[in-house]
């Protein structure tokens, strides 16, 4: 009886995990494809960048921009860190590990995609 209960839990555990990764996947799939997300995190690939370098490569409006941050430091596809430059105190975002691979994995993508165009084309 105690392993029944046991075996109960652990599917119960895996069933919660399951509709938990859907849920977020789902939510990262809802920010990636909002306009000017996939650049901002292309370039923070790049480098770690400010603020103004963001907007100027993005061209984002500011409310966007702002927007687009704050989702990605939610989803920890980028973090917020605390910089000094001429003495003064500022931050700068650099992608995360989670975010480095889900670029990683758009640009497979990306490339995979043109190399069937190009074999299209080639017929």
């Known amino acids: ?9 652990i599917q119960d555990s895996i069933k919660t995990f399951q509709v938990d990764l859907y849920q977020t996947m789902k939510e990262v799939g809802n920010i990636i ?11 923070l690939s790049y480098e770690p960048m400010r603020y103004k370098k963001l907007q100027d490569l993005t061209r984002c409006k500011d409310n966007t921009l702002t927007r687009r941050l704050h989702k990605l430091l939610e989803y920890n596809l980028i973090e917020r860190l605390d910089v ?24 497979n993508y990306e490339q995979r995609r043109n190399q069937i165009k190009e074999k299209r084309l080639g017929e």
């Open 33 to 43: 494809s909002q306009d000017n997300t996939i650049d901002i995190l292309s370039y």
């Open 84 to 107: 000094v430059d001429n003495n003064k105190k500022t931050h700068e975002y650099v992608i995360t590990e989670l975010g480095q691979e889900l670029i990683k994995f758009f640009r």
């Open 1 to 9: 009886m105690v392993i029944k209960k046991q075996q109960q839990v």
